[in-house]
């Protein structure tokens, strides 16, 4: 089936630093998604992405849809503690009915 | 509601037993979504449901596992003769269907699932 291959698995980072995660995919994906987990709830959308080349920005995230369409990256600038949890990248091809998701990138951020 | 909310937050089963899991979706939204997450992974597609068409069951492990949706409103995932590998967070979605799919996804807090 389709997969994410999402990178870091894990970081730590001193509070203040930039984040940058990557998604990567065999497959040509039409929407890339990014999520938020804190533990025991479900994931928030951070960011929505339609269009290859599309860099989108929420704040203090920024995130992209690689041109070839099998990629995306997303940027934390500043981070700070409530930053922590795991970000998840998804991804839609626009025919099928499910999101595919990656595998997780788990932030910590020390002081 | 406010959002989807999902019963039991926590159940605890015996190995053979079945279960049943509930998912409300948000009120109006006509897609309804089954992902499992086992214990530091990522996300696994289950079962999705849109309105009045066929579900979409490509995700479901085996046939021990099935769901079912009443109209555009609650959804009960069923595992029958649970195996300790069931042992998961089982988390709904529910989303607006516009033109372009789907646009947010809204998760509830999950089931926790602990088959002994």
């Known amino acids: 089936g389709q997969q994410l291959n999402q990178s870091p698995q894990s970081m730590f980072i001193q509070e203040g630093e930039d984040v940058s995660m990557n998604c990567t995919s065999s497959?040509?994906?039409?929407?890339w998604l990014w999520y938020k987990q804190d533990p025991g709830e479900g994931p928030v959308l951070l960011i929505a992405?339609?269009?290859?080349?599309e860099l989108t920005s929420n704040g203090r995230l920024t995130a992209q849809f690689g041109i070839t369409r099998k990629d995306s990256f997303l940027n934390i600038s500043a981070s700070i503690p409530s930053d922590v949890g795991i970000y998840f990248c998804?991804?839609?091809?626009?025919?099928?009915?499910?999101?595919?998701f990656g595998t997780g990138t788990r932030l910590q951020v020390t002081l | 509601g406010a959002g989807v909310s999902q019963s039991p937050s926590n159940k605890v089963t015996e190995k053979g037993k079945d279960v049943e899991l509930r998912c409300d979706p948000i009120?109006?939204?006509?897609?309804l979504y089954w992902y499992r997450q086992r214990l530091g992974q990522g996300l696994e597609f289950l079962i999705y449901?849109?309105?009045?068409?066929?579900?979409?069951k490509s995700g479901l492990p085996s046939d021990r596992f099935s769901a079912e949706r009443t109209g555009e409103s609650v959804s009960t995932l069923t595992i029958q003769r649970t195996q300790q590998e069931d042992s998961a967070v089982y988390l709904c979605?529910?989303?607006?269907?516009?033109?372009?799919?789907?646009?947010?996804?809204?998760f509830g807090n999950g089931t926790r699932l602990t088959v002994t």
């Open positions: 979605a529910s989303s607006q269907r516009g033109g372009q799919v789907p646009r947010t996804l809204h």
């Open positions: 497959s040509i994906f039409n929407t």
């Open positions: 992405l339609y269009k290859a080349g």
């Open positions: 998804a991804a839609h091809t626009g025919t099928a009915s499910k999101l595919t």
């Open positions: 009120s109006g939204h006509t897609a």
């Open positions: 449901f849109q309105g009045n068409s066929a579900p979409d």
